[in-house]
């Protein structure tokens, strides 16, 4: 299964930015990189995804390594409403997602 | 828009009881993905059902089954319960995805506690 690796946690200050990293050092060509993040007691809601250049949504950008094998999300005004788990997954075609531990983020006010 | 619907929200069963979970997709999607969540942990893959076949499966033994109706609803069969099998059960829809990129949306989740 896909692998990716994530800081099991971070911290950042309500209004500041937060850079999330992942490595996936096993992505292939025509894998996506998706995120999807986990609030207290709900199911996870996807964040954003992209395939080699950088993406940007209303929620957050995300910024692709040139090789492809890392990533970071990027929140740009944190608020503590982002306060959550965030998943990196790479995804072959067809719809599973392969979860890790994913980072957890605090935010303080 | 209903967005993803689960029931029951919470179920309590004893040891090598069944359960059935239940899962409504967003409007429009066709396919239909469940997942458990241990405490601590990221969602685990169980299985993907579009067009009423199970259509990928993950590392999950034969007491979990599905089955999804012409509406695109589905079902999540756990037969002969587990201590083990107590987790957030989490169902999510998209439309079938060729191309890899379409995104997920879960639902809120059942949460399974087994005695």
């Known amino acids: 299964d896909a692998k990716t690796t994530q800081p099991n946690s971070m911290e950042s200050n309500e209004e500041e930015p937060v850079h999330l990293p992942c490595n996936h050092s096993?992505?292939?060509?025509?894998?996506?990189i998706h995120w999807y993040r986990q609030l207290p007691s709900q199911g996870p809601e996807y964040v954003i995804h992209?395939?080699?250049s950088n993406v940007n949504n209303r929620m957050a950008s995300l910024a692709i390594a040139e090789d492809r094998k890392s990533s970071t999300l990027i929140l740009h005004r944190a608020t503590l409403r982002d306060a959550a788990v965030y998943y990196c997954?790479?995804?072959?075609?067809?719809?599973?997602?392969?979860f890790g531990g994913g980072t957890r983020v605090l935010v303080k006010p | 828009d209903a967005g993803v619907t689960q029931s029951p929200t919470h179920l309590i069963k004893t040891r090598g009881q069944q359960v059935t979970l239940r899962c409504s997709p967003k409007?429009?999607?066709?396919?239909v993905s469940w997942y458990q969540q241990a405490l601590g942990q990221g969602p685990q893959f169980i299985f993907q059902?579009?067009?009423?076949?199970?259509?990928q499966r993950g590392n999950f033994p034969d007491r979990f089954s599905g089955h999804q109706f012409p509406n695109y609803s589905s079902e999540l069969n756990v037969n002969a319960l587990l201590l083990g099998d107590s987790a957030l059960y989490l169902c999510?829809?998209?439309?079938?995805?060729?191309?890899?990129?379409?995104?997920?949306?879960f639902g809120p989740g059942t949460r399974l506690t087994v005695l």
């Open positions: 999510a829809s998209s439309l079938f995805d060729g191309d890899s990129y379409n995104e997920q949306f």
């Open positions: 096993t992505i292939s060509g025509t894998d996506y």
């Open positions: 992209g395939l080699t």
């Open positions: 997954i790479h995804k072959a075609a067809g719809n599973k997602l392969t």
């Open positions: 409007s429009g999607h066709d396919t």
């Open positions: 059902y579009y067009e009423e076949e199970e259509r």
